[in-house]
């Protein structure tokens, strides 16, 4: 696997959560652990192949923590990492930014 080099920290940290789902999906598991039906509810418009890739991606760059809970029926649950969690304090200001803004931003003519 290529190694990525950035030019700085907003390009790294874009990287990361790029995307419409990600930092949803962050939102999503900012107070507890969840099942991947709860995430589905949670985050709407999102089908379920694109949560079940994003929740991989996530895991990968490790954002998101899978825990398997080997019981029948089978458990599994979501929840952030240290790493996840900071990055989710980081977003905190944007969602803040993106309240206050939101009039503004919806009435924004649209391709």
Same mark, same amino acid.
């Given at each position: 696997m290529r190694k990525r080099t950035y030019s700085c920290? =907003?390009? #790294? #940290?874009v990287d990361i959560v790029g995307g419409k789902w990600k930092? =949803?999906?962050l939102w999503a598991l900012h107070h507890e652990p969840r099942r991947f039906g709860e995430l589905k509810r949670s985050v709407s418009? &999102?089908?379920e192949k694109m =949560? &079940? +890739?994003m929740l991989r991606e996530m895991e990968a760059h490790g954002l998101v923590h899978r825990e398997v809970y080997h +019981?029948?029926?089978p458990k599994v649950e979501y929840s952030l990492t240290e790493f996840g969690q900071s990055l989710n304090t980081a977003l905190i200001p944007l969602g803040v930014w993106g309240e206050e803004n939101?009039? #503004?931003i919806e009435a924004i003519p649209r391709d």
């Open positions: 920290g =907003l390009d #790294a #940290a930092a =949803l999906i418009g &999102i089908s =949560l &079940i +890739q +019981q029948v029926p939101m009039r #503004a």
